[in-house]
């Protein structure tokens, strides 16, 4: 089946620890993103890559990294610069061509700081 | 700035009880308007694309509809196993902006009580 798979599922982190959260998709998109979504905020883009070997800057950036080495993968790095990394993260791609096309989600993942 | 603006936060119906969530955008120029629903603990799941005013998209007991301002999604007969947050996103045409990513609303969280 297509789809797009977040691993883990639930994550811990140690403060002053890097954690990498994957994004695996099969539905041959080419722009893939990662959302971070708070209790009463919705969604906030952290990044976006339309292209392999290219991304964006989103909304909130700072204290995170991603690579785009394939279509098919999108990992998500919080690095210990992010202060306040307890969240539920949700990555999503979609297909760029064509009329306006919807995302689809992942499971997500969901980070803990202990 | 492109904006949506979802209302109400939180809404409580008896079992049957039909019911509208409401979705207010102010982008400058319209590509899409999605309505997606999202399960606690879940990722966010496609239910309707709108791309014009007037247009009207069904799907079992939910109902999507677009003007130039704002989408509805009438919720007909509603059962407990339609309660979930209900999120709305928008897609511009403004590559200057947003870039064409998607616009997230707060969403909408749906409780139906037997």
């Known amino acids: 089946d297509g789809g797009i798979t977040q691993s883990p599922k639930y994550l811990f982190r140690k403060e002053g620890q890097n954690v990498t959260l994957s994004c695996e998709q099969n539905?041959?998109?080419?722009?893939m993103y990662w959302y971070r979504q708070d209790p009463g905020q919705g969604l906030r883009l952290i990044y976006y890559?339309?292209?392999?070997?290219?991304?964006q800057k989103g909304d909130i950036a700072e204290g995170y990294s991603v690579s785009r080495e394939k279509k098919e993968s999108f990992p998500l790095t919080v690095t210990s610069a992010q202060k306040n990394p307890t969240a539920f993260y949700l990555c999503?791609?979609?297909?760029?061509?064509?009329?306006?096309?919807?995302?689809?989600f992942g499971q997500g993942t969901r980070l803990t700081v202990v | 700035e492109d904006q949506v603006t979802q209302s109400p936060e939180a809404l409580r119906l008896q079992e049957g009880e039909s019911s509208s969530l409401n979705c207010s955008y102010t982008?400058?120029?319209?590509?899409?308007l999605f309505w997606y629903r999202q399960d606690p603990g879940k990722g966010p799941e496609f239910l309707f694309t709108?791309?014009?005013a007037g247009e009207e998209k069904e799907k079992e007991r939910l109902k999507a509809t677009l003007t130039k301002k704002e989408s509805f999604l009438h919720i007909t007969a509603p059962k407990p196993e339609d309660s979930a947050t209900y999120l709305c996103?928008?897609?511009?045409?403004?590559?200057?902006?947003?870039?064409?990513?998607?616009?997230f609303g707060k969403g909408t969280k749906l409780s139906v009580k037997p």
């Open positions: 999503a791609s979609r297909s760029v061509w064509g009329a306006s096309t919807e995302a689809f």
């Open positions: 539905l041959n998109h080419d722009a």
């Open positions: 890559s339309q292209i392999v070997n290219d991304f």
């Open positions: 709108l791309y014009s």
């Open positions: 996103a928008v897609q511009a045409w403004d590559y200057g902006g947003s870039q064409g990513n998607l616009i």
């Open positions: 982008v400058s120029g319209l590509r899409g």
